[in-house]
């Protein structure tokens, strides 16, 4: 595996951008971070489970984890790895599982180098928080 950088560095001050002036919500990009580490499965139904509340802040955080989900999306095809595109419905539990079912369903090694991009992504996504978060934005939010 040679490196490239799929410009993951301007695609995540992009999304910092975006949602810059959204209280409380890039301050996600740490649990983003975190998040990784469990697998692309949950890394991607978290934007459902955000999505899903009824509280319009946590709404528009699950809004910030869905744009970074599809921007990482966007990467990996262009890196050779095609990810499942599909919106789903957080309330039809067979979509979710389907697309989680395409998710577990992906070779190791696609996933480990999926994994490592999504990596850099949030990691660069950390970086432009700290560079661009607003005073009084907590990044516990």
Known sequence: ?????YNLDQEAQK??????????VIGQSHKMRTTVAYGLERFWGEQLRLLGKNDAKERTKGEYWRDTWKTFVRVMKNAGIKLPEEDVNGKNTQEIQAYAAKLWDFPIEDQRICLAVLTQLCESLVWWTQRYKKSGDSDAE
């Open 1 to 5: 595996m040679t490196w490239k950088s």
């Open 15 to 24: 999304l910092v951008l975006k949602h810059r002036d959204k209280k409380g």
